[in-house]
T-cell receptor, first 114, second 114 residues
């Protein structure tokens, strides 16, 4: 398996623009997580899904953030409108609970909002 | 919600010596405690994990200990090598029938001095 795939790897945009980050989990995994990493706040959970259903979105910072998982092999994290303080590395991770709790991280998307 | 504290933030040791990183958590219901290693510009990768029904786990030069009563867990690396230089994160996961999002500590920058 290729592991968790994220795109784009780097995104530079201007304040006010819409940003869409994409994630393909490991085939067969039933959990998908979105995390954000910044120097100030470290690694923080934004939202996670189980079998494509959002379970906990309490980490989503504002209504500007939304996430969807239309099927088992694809998820998006959208920011609209984007702000400079959204600049961070966004990681997607997936796991298969029946094989343990290990979460496998994707390579991340480095987002810069100017 | 869960809160994870990690110390120290930076640790410098001589090559061949041991390194110890400590974490505490707040939610007594947490039952899974992974440790991730992150090299600069890379994704977090699991190096070892422990569940709440186990007090200690070892994998070659790496070991983790858990004290549920004190809500404290530690990472021990023996015979450190230059390739051990990285940022290490501890994390805790809540209870429940399935998986949950991880709450991470702020990280420890481990520096191995030659």
């Amino acid at each position: 398996d290729a592991g968790v795939i994220q795109s784009p790897r780097h995104e530079v945009t201007e304040m006010g623009q819409e940003v869409t980050l994409r994630c393909k989990p490991i085939s067969g995994h039933d959990y998908l997580f979105w995390y954000r990493q910044t120097m100030m706040r470290g690694l923080e959970l934004l939202i996670y899904f189980n079998n494509n259903v959002p379970i906990d979105d309490s980490g989503m910072p504002e209504d500007r953030f939304s996430a969807k998982m239309p099927n088992a092999s694809f998820s998006t994290l959208k920011i609209q409108p984007s702000e400079p303080r959204d600049s961070a590395v966004y990681f997607c991770a997936s796991s298969f609970v029946h094989e343990g709790y290990e979460q496998f991280f994707g390579p991340g998307t480095r987002l810069t909002v100017l | 919600g869960e809160n994870v504290e990690q110390h120290p933030s930076t640790l410098s040791v001589q090559e061949g010596d041991s390194a110890v990183i400590k974490c505490t958590y707040s939610d007594s219901a947490s039952n899974y405690f992974p440790w991730y290693k992150q090299e600069l510009g890379k994704r977090p990768q699991l190096i070892i994990d422990i569940r709440s029904n186990v007090g200690e786990k070892k994998d070659q030069r790496i070991a983790v200990t858990l004290n549920k009563t004190a809500k404290h867990f530690s990472l021990h690396i023996t015979e450190t090598q230059p390739e051990d230089s990285a940022v290490y994160f501890c994390a805790a996961m809540g209870s429940g029938g399935g998986a949950d999002g991880l709450t991470f500590g702020k990280g420890t920058h481990l520096i191995i001095q030659p």
